[in-house]
């Protein structure tokens, strides 16, 4: 019985919540063809009319509870859809199919919101391609109104009290848009601990499992589910003895917590007087609270995909301008690292996805899209330049695969930094440049990207993804996604004697470096800042406390003789268990 009522996944989120399920119902409804007599057309127009009052109603309702709780950027989405529900050029062309041609309003709507949907996909014009996005929630909307489709939306201040969300997939849209008030915890069927869903919930501090196969087919609407985003447990309708025993556990883990946050005014200095310098990924600009209070020296990786990510519109330069400001001086005197757009693969908004890729992994995206769509990267080179002024700000550009990109990069700023300065505008006449290495093409040429960047800062989440050829996301083959695999740790030392031998600063920003077995690793190759997500810094900062670098050191030779993902696991368990428990850091 116990076993029928628990699943497993992957534990992507710590945390404990036991809350009714929220199944997301994202189904875009299927529309029959239907005819309708000539004396049901008025009906029809009626029936068209009312849903889009009904839409637009219920758009302007949320555009409101959104702009009350997170501000005007994020309630801008609301804008664009609700101009577009109610675009008269649109709804006459409508109207004529039902009036002209006998089609119901469900049929002549969707009818024409494809047509649209294919003259907008083959459009080389990037703005009209974004307002696909647009086109497919009003689309979606309006549709499920017609057929008589309940509205599904977990958007903040919609949701009473508290739930889990229970998704196919979670994107990072979702992710962004949903009722943090009241979202305790989220399971998916698909996802993985790098898919950007799940470094959004940790980031957030939101418990979550993802790659739950058959979650969608077992827990219903409402029942009670309770998951351990650690263990990657999900239990539907506990008994009272299972949830004792979680709470149990919960409490062990607070404990555990209250441990860590005792070195919260201690420096970050190995027991042999090493020191680490200890950074904070920001995704979101709620989780600068959390990196300031947890001692952050700086932002490794501030990724800028949320200004789009969910978003009509891509957001102004001075939008940008704000945010990094704001964000520079939460941090002063550290530095702040913006990573410019890494559109693509799963970090597009919806509007990107147009024209469909057969490997997006592989295919438009990163620095290539900023590269190859200058009216998009220009604005946020004026934005970290205006906002460098006065303030200790660098960038660094992602998925790097060759030197020209970073040549290239540096030319359109030294253009923009020329044209402020004529325009007269107030804003910094350089600010570094780094090298995202996180492609083995990048690795190879390290000795030459350190030659024409300021700094590099590896991302593992994705040069274990393009070195191992396994997809980050893709939840099967998450047992085979071992960044602490020898071909990726011996790139990690050939990454390091480059950034040496160039004298160039060097960091880590993936998730390789909030997991205590990684992080030494990587410690023992010689890296000496390290950018977390905000949660786990404390806890860093105590095991760097506790290993002695000389340890950490042993421990990376060993690892780079070894010849498999599990022997290194091995040889660092060994190297590291007198000085630190694992069993205990991982309750
Ligand atoms: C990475 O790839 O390791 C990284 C930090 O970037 P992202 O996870 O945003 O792709
Ligand atoms: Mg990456």
Redesign the pocket.
């Known amino acids: 019985m116990t076993a029928s009522r628990t699943l497993t996944g992957i534990g992507v989120s710590p945390g404990v919540a036991i809350a009714p399920a929220r199944i997301v119902d994202a189904r875009f409804p299927d529309v029959p063809d239907r005819s309708i007599g000539a004396s049901e057309v008025e009906g029809e127009l009626a029936r068209l009319r009312a849903a889009i009052d009904a839409v637009v109603l219920h758009l302007e309702q949320l555009r409101e509870r959104v702009r009350e709780r997170a501000g005007p950027v994020e309630s801008g989405i609301f804008d664009a859809q609700i101009l577009m529900a109610k675009d008269p050029d649109f709804l006459a062309s409508v109207e004529y199919l039902i009036t002209h041609n006998n089609l119901s309003a469900e049929t002549a709507f969707e009818f024409k919101a494809l047509e649209m949907r294919v003259a907008w996909s083959g459009a080389g014009n990037l703005r009209l391609r974004e307002r696909l996005a647009d086109l497919a929630a009003v689309q979606t909307r309006v549709l499920r109104h017609l057929m008589g489709w309940s509205e599904d939306d977990l958007v903040m201040g919609t949701i009473a009290g508290p739930v889990i969300v229970v998704a196919q997939e979670i994107s990072p849209g979702l992710t962004v848009q949903l009722d943090r008030e009241h979202l305790v915890g989220m399971i998916s069927v698909e996802g993985t601990r ?1 898919s ?1 869903a799940a ?1 959004l919930a940790h980031s957030l501090g939101i418990p979550a499992v993802m790659g739950v196969e058959g979650a969608l087919d077992r827990i219903t609407q409402g029942a009670t589910v309770m998951l351990d985003g650690r263990a990657g447990t999900v239990v539907i309708d506990p008994s009272q003895d299972e949830v004792l025993r979680t709470r149990h556990l919960v409490t062990r883990r607070q404990k555990l917590e209250l441990t860590f946050e005792g070195v919260l005014d201690q420096p970050s200095v190995t027991p042999d007087g090493c020191t680490i310098t200890l950074q904070g ?1 920001v995704d979101l600009p709620e989780e600068i609270d959390l990196a300031v209070r947890h001692g952050a020296e700086g932002v490794g ?1 501030l ?1 800028t ?1 949320f200004l789009v990510t969910g978003k009509a519109q891509l957001p102004t330069e001075e939008e940008q301008v704000a945010y990094f400001r704001r964000i520079a001086s939460a941090f002063a005197p550290h530095a702040v690292t913006i ?1 410019t757009f ?1 559109l693509g ?1 799963d ?1 597009f908004p919806a509007a990107f996805e147009a024209p469909a890729e057969a490997n997006p992994a592989l295919g438009w995206r990163s620095v290539r899209v900023c590269l190859d769509q200058e009216e998009v990267f220009r604005p946020q080179l004026r934005a970290i330049l205006r906002a460098a002024r006065g303030r200790n700000l660098r960038f660094m550009i ?1 998925l790097v695969t060759s030197v020209d990109e970073v040549v290239q990069t540096r030319r359109l700023l030294q253009e923009e930094a020329r044209s402020l300065a004529e325009a007269g505008v107030p804003a910094a006449e350089s600010v570094p440049l780094g090298v ?1 290495i ?1 492609t083995p093409a990048a690795v190879l040429l390290a000795d030459h990207l350190a030659r024409v960047s300021d700094f590099f ?9 393009y070195t191992l050829a396994v997809d ?1 996301g893709n939840a099967r083959l998450a047992p085979r996604f071992t960044p602490h695999d020898p071909a990726v740790v011996r790139q990690l030392a050939t990454i390091e004697s480059a950034a040496r031998a160039g004298n160039i600063p060097l960091s880590v ?4 470096a909030s997991d205590p077995l990684t992080a030494i690793l990587l410690l023992g190759l010689g890296y000496r800042v390290l950018s977390v997500a905000p949660p786990t810094i404390l806890m860093l900062k105590w095991i760097i406390r506790a290993v002695p670098i000389a340890v950490c050191r042993s421990a990376a030779l060993a690892a780079l003789e070894v010849p498999g993902a599990a022997a290194v696991e091995q040889v660092l368990a060994e190297a590291v268990s007198p000085h630190l428990d694992l069993a205990q850091l991982r309750l």
């Open positions: 790098t950007h470094i990924n990786l990724r995909e990573r890494d693969g970090k992602p995202m996180e800062s590896v991302g593992t989440n994705d040069l274990t993804q980050r920003c993936g998730e390789m």
